[in-house]
């Protein structure tokens, strides 16, 4: 007998499955997991099927070493790892080596007697804080929709009633294995503590290959109900009984890899799962995606109330000089009665860009001499870095209450300090020590050249609108529908206008954009008479629906 075999290893997407010979003192059937020869290593490889014949008959075949763990991947997780390889561009060889984690290097023992691991359910609710909440009295009517619907999104802002509505999702769905996806070991271990008397799996980068390969591979089928919290690879572990999965902060750009060769994101495997009837989905979020609010029922539980803390300051009204600068005595005073104060801007440096002093539009390349719309050559240099705002703030302030929090000052502020930071400092410091914010360069995001600006700063402005605190924001175009749909209170709003926009221009979810970097070729000669069955380049790195065309 004949093994078609996939092997753990990074290889081309042109190559599929290797064939290998079935020793008759071994029983292998579809599902196993074993190890086989590959040159001189010894590799993990997935049996993908077992045949009688070989596609090339008069090939000598070298024979699966051991079988590791029978039937470790069921028929639901071969197709989702041949869907996964094909949607992402990729071989299924460098998929399973994306899902599947490396042996570790100490002796493990190959097959577990049995993993324990019992959920105790807590005697105490852990919502009893949350007696009187709104939330609380509509928590049963939102989980029946939920399991009524086969994806959901929440719009939750509070973290308390967020864990509140974990604890009864968890109680209803006493069965399978809960998997929970946050975007950083930061929120695993903090949502580890709140639902710790669920004694939760954590699963990310830091645990040791023996935990992950003892505790998520040899004990796939433990028919004990499970709840595993952890990053983005977590969505690989599919045990068999894999009932409901939550998408914590569906908003965060962590849920998407970036780094290496497949380009994958949460959200498409989870929507693979819902047309595949394997799960059921919730996205949590204060501020959810657009293609995800598109795609799911949107239930707003907690929305996010901007409208009282936001003060837009319409820079229209203040005259542009040489010397002009945002840092005005408004901005001073504003900080000083909200002190501290975070100063967001997510640029370091001296980054600057150019205003059309005519038409108001936003240029974020400086080798333009003439306004593209109007066509005015009075254009104005108003663009700023971190190091640039603490340059200007410091005679409004004393420089011994400011400080800066970027990838090139991480020594951690201290309390009672006013802040001067880019998104590098979210998920490092503690945004509840603030009693205001400040967003500088908010036309600019608006202007990127992405297909989710506005839903960027959207979703910036909401996070920083859940703390309750005042916002002040500087702009010079206060009419811009993000901000009026903030002013207005309206998720609802927002989501029409931006999926509006999105149609008329052919962007997600309306389309599948593919983003094709290949050093070798020329761009314009991927596109020219392309076949149907058209393939990116071998060596090409493939991103699927990018955030940014242009590099």
């Given at each position: 007998?004949?093994a078609?075999?996939?092997?753990?290893?990074?290889?081309f997407?042109t190559?599929?499955?290797?064939e290998y010979?079935?020793p008759?003192?071994l029983?292998?059937?579809?599902?196993?997991l074993?190890?086989?020869p590959?040159?001189t290593?010894?590799?993990l490889?997935?049996?993908?099927?077992?045949?009688?014949?070989?596609?090339?008959?008069?090939?000598?075949?070298?024979?699966i070493?051991?079988v590791?763990?029978t039937q470790?991947f069921?028929p639901?997780y071969?197709?989702?790892?041949l869907?996964?390889?094909k949607?992402?561009?990729?071989?299924?060889?460098?998929a399973?080596?994306?899902?599947?984690?490396?042996?570790?290097?100490?002796?493990?023992?190959y097959a577990l007697?049995?993993?324990?691991?019992?959920?105790i359910r807590?005697e105490?609710?852990?919502?009893?804080?949350?007696?009187?909440?709104?939330?609380?009295?509509?928590t049963?009517q939102?989980?029946?929709r939920i399991?009524?619907a086969?994806?959901?999104?929440?719009?939750?802002?509070r973290f308390?009633?967020k864990?509140?509505?974990?604890?009864?999702l968890?109680?209803?769905?006493?069965?399978g294995t809960?998997?929970?996806?946050?975007?950083?070991?930061?929120?695993?271990?903090?949502l580890?503590k709140?639902?710790?008397?669920?004694?939760?799996l954590?699963?990310?980068?830091q645990?040791?290959?023996?935990?992950l390969?003892e505790h998520?591979?040899?004990?796939h089928?433990?028919?004990?109900?499970?709840v595993?919290?952890?990053?983005?690879?977590?969505i690989f572990?599919?045990?068999e009984?894999?009932?409901?999965l939550?998408?914590?902060?569906?908003?965060?750009?962590?849920h998407?890899?970036?780094?290496?060769?497949?380009r994958?994101?949460?959200?498409?495997?989870?929507f693979?799962?819902?047309?595949?009837?394997?799960?059921?989905?919730?996205f949590?979020?204060h501020?959810?995606?657009a293609?995800?609010?598109?795609?799911t029922?949107?239930l707003s539980?907690?929305?996010?109330?901007?409208r009282d803390?936001?003060?837009?300051i319409?820079?229209n009204?203040f005259?542009?000089?040489a010397?002009f600068?945002?840092f005005?005595?408004?901005l001073a005073?504003f900080?000083?009665?909200?002190?501290?104060?975070?100063i967001?801007h997510n640029r370091?440096?001296f980054a600057?860009?150019?205003?059309?002093?005519v038409?108001?539009?936003v240029?974020?390349?400086?080798?333009?001499?003439?306004c593209?719309?109007?066509g005015?050559?009075?254009?104005t240099?108003a663009?700023?870095?971190?190091?640039?705002?603490?340059?200007d703030?410091?005679?409004l302030?004393?420089?011994?209450?400011?400080?800066?929090f970027?990838?090139?000052?991480?020594?951690?502020?201290p309390?009672n300090t006013n802040?001067?930071?880019?998104?590098?400092?979210?998920d490092?410091?503690?945004?509840?020590?603030f009693?205001?914010?400040?967003?500088l360069g908010?036309?600019r995001q608006?202007?990127?050249?992405?297909?989710?600006?506005?839903?960027?700063v959207?979703q910036?402005?909401s996070f920083f609108a859940?703390?309750?605190?005042p916002?002040?924001?500087p702009?010079?175009a206060?009419?811009?529908?993000v901000l009026?749909?903030l002013l207005?209170?309206?998720l609802?709003?927002?989501y029409?206008h931006e999926l509006?926009?999105?149609?008329n221009f052919?962007?997600p979810?309306?389309?599948k954009?593919?983003?094709?970097?290949?050093?070798?070729?020329?761009a314009?000669?991927?596109?020219?008479?392309?076949p149907r069955?058209?393939?990116?380049?071998?060596n090409?790195l493939?991103?699927?629906?990018?955030?940014?065309?242009?590099?």
């Open positions: 007998m004949i078609e075999v996939i092997p753990r290893l990074r290889l997407r190559l599929g499955t290797f010979q079935i008759g003192h029983s292998v059937a579809s599902g196993d074993v190890l086989i590959w040159r290593k010894v590799l490889g997935a049996v993908l099927r077992v045949t009688s014949r070989s596609r090339v008959p008069q090939k000598k075949l070298r024979p070493l051991r590791i763990v470790a069921c639901a071969l197709d989702a790892l869907w996964f390889s949607y992402y561009f990729i071989s299924p060889a460098s399973l080596h994306t899902w599947l984690p490396e042996i570790p290097q100490k002796r493990v023992p007697t049995k993993f324990s691991h019992t959920v807590p105490e609710p852990l919502g009893h804080s949350l007696s009187n909440s709104v939330f609380q009295k509509y049963s939102i989980i029946t399991f009524h086969k994806s959901t999104t929440l719009v939750c802002s308390e009633e864990v509140y509505f974990y604890h009864e968890l109680l209803r769905r006493c069965q809960v998997v929970i996806i946050t975007p950083t070991v930061f929120d695993v271990e903090k580890c709140a639902l710790a008397p669920w004694h939760p954590p699963f990310h980068s645990i040791s290959r023996k935990k390969w998520f591979w040899l004990s089928k433990d028919p004990q109900t499970r595993v919290i952890g990053t983005k690879k977590a572990s599919l045990p009984k894999f009932s409901l939550i998408i914590d902060q569906e908003e965060s750009p962590h998407k890899q970036y780094d290496q060769n497949p994958y994101t949460v959200h498409d495997l989870a693979y799962f819902v047309r595949k009837a394997l799960s059921h989905v919730v949590v979020s501020a959810p995606r293609t995800t609010a598109f795609h029922e949107l539980i907690t929305p996010v109330r901007a803390l936001l003060q837009i319409d820079m009204l005259p542009r000089h010397a600068t945002l005005s005595d408004m005073q900080i000083s009665s909200h002190s501290p104060a975070f967001f370091t440096g600057r860009y150019l205003v059309c002093h038409c108001n539009r240029y974020t390349f400086s080798s333009v001499t003439r593209q719309q109007c005015s050559t009075h254009l240099s663009g700023f870095g971190t190091q640039k705002i603490f340059q703030i410091q005679h302030l004393p420089p011994k209450h400011i400080y800066i970027d990838r090139f000052h991480r020594h951690d502020p309390n802040v001067i930071g880019t998104e590098f400092a979210f490092k410091l503690d945004f509840e020590r009693q205001s914010f400040v967003v908010i036309d608006l202007a990127l050249p992405s297909w989710r600006a506005h839903e960027r959207f910036l402005l859940t703390f309750g605190h916002i002040f924001i702009t010079f206060p009419k811009h529908f009026q749909s207005s209170n309206t609802q709003k927002f029409e509006r926009l999105r149609q052919s962007y979810p309306f389309v954009l593919i983003k094709v970097i290949d050093p070798k070729s020329k314009i000669s991927l596109l020219k008479n392309p069955t058209w393939q990116p380049p071998t090409a493939v991103d699927v629906d990018p955030d940014l065309f242009l590099q």
